[in-house]
């Protein structure tokens, strides 16, 4: 049984805020979260991974154990902020694995942000697919997942070919309405199968594929959005819902947890990777046009 972390449960029991007054909405309601100055995120660097990463803590040449580079250390430029058409645009190298984090906290919302990948990879996927992706619900501290550099959180997957897909960060677990995985075959979702559980703690892998490919070809600028409200939650990329998932939760190494709120994380994992037009609007119900997915 995989046990959380002390560290991890400190932060938890820290009391959380959504939408503080530091937020403040455009007349549609939406607020922007990408300035030229960052002034909305944090970051966190862990390692430069290599090929052959097991899960254990790196360790220099007389076995001491390497530590994280930390908060708000931005090493070789990691994260900087450019321009394209007078707008804001945020670059991401992948040379370590970390991310950059909102200094809030929300809950009930639809965050809407546009993604594509640079040209850049770095080891332990120079001869892979290049990934990232937008992760939710994040608490405590970074750090605690396979990679030791994020937090405990739900994805939003960002990959090539696999936009929408849906993975657990460190002991989070999730409802998803898709066909059942069966031996080496990947669950996928669907909105017209059952709700089945992912993640730890559950009978099924931290991982659902989406349904279908829906992101912009030839590595154009995709537009991802994701709905949040009460524990439910929908990936919908360029305009199509690609999964449904509800009852957030994690495992407190005794009984699950609600995960319903908490902040986002915006991934750096060996790959380029740009964002822009990030923004997210409260809300106080879902949708009415999301509303029979969950029926």
């Not at 979260?33 to 803590?57: A, F, I, P, Q, V």
Request: net charge neutral; glycine share 8%.
């Amino acid at each position: 049984m995989k046990k959380i972390s002390s560290v991890l449960l400190l932060g938890l029991l820290l009391g959380l805020t959504s939408f503080t007054k530091k937020s403040t909405p455009s007349d549609d309601g939406w607020i922007k979260l990408l300035d030229k100055n960052l002034s909305k995120w944090e970051m966190y660097l862990s390692y430069k991974h290599k090929d052959g990463y097991s899960g254990k803590l790196p360790t220099d040449a007389n076995g001491k154990e390497i530590p994280p580079i930390g908060y708000n250390k931005n090493v070789n430029n990691m994260f900087t902020v450019i321009e394209e058409n007078n707008e804001p645009v945020l670059k991401v190298s992948g040379e370590y694995y970390g991310c950059v984090f909102t200094k809030e906290n929300f809950k009930n919302y639809r965050l809407k942000l546009k993604v594509k990948f640079g040209n850049k990879k770095w080891e332990p996927r120079t001869n892979k697919l290049m990934d990232a992706g937008v992760l939710y619900h994040s608490q405590g501290e970074a750090g605690v997942d396979y990679w030791r550099a994020w937090m405990l959180a739900q994805e939003f997957q960002v990959m090539e070919g696999h936009f929408g897909d849906y993975w657990n960060i460190a002991n989070s677990a999730i409802d998803i309405r898709a066909y059942l995985p069966e031996g080496s075959m990947n669950a996928v979702a669907d909105e017209s199968q059952n709700f089945i559980p992912f993640g730890t703690n559950t009978e099924n892998t931290g991982f659902c594929m989406r349904k279908m490919r829906a992101e912009t070809p030839n590595n154009d600028w995709t537009e991802m959005e994701l709905v949040c409200f009460e524990g439910k939650s929908l990936h919908i990329i360029n305009g199509k819902v690609v999964m449904v998932l509800q009852n957030s939760r994690y495992f407190d190494g005794q009984k699950f947890q609600p995960l319903v709120e908490g902040k986002i994380q915006l991934q750096s994992e060996a790959a380029e990777v740009f964002y822009k037009d990030i923004k997210i609007k409260p809300i106080n119900k879902l949708p009415a046009e999301f509303e029979n997915y969950f029926k």
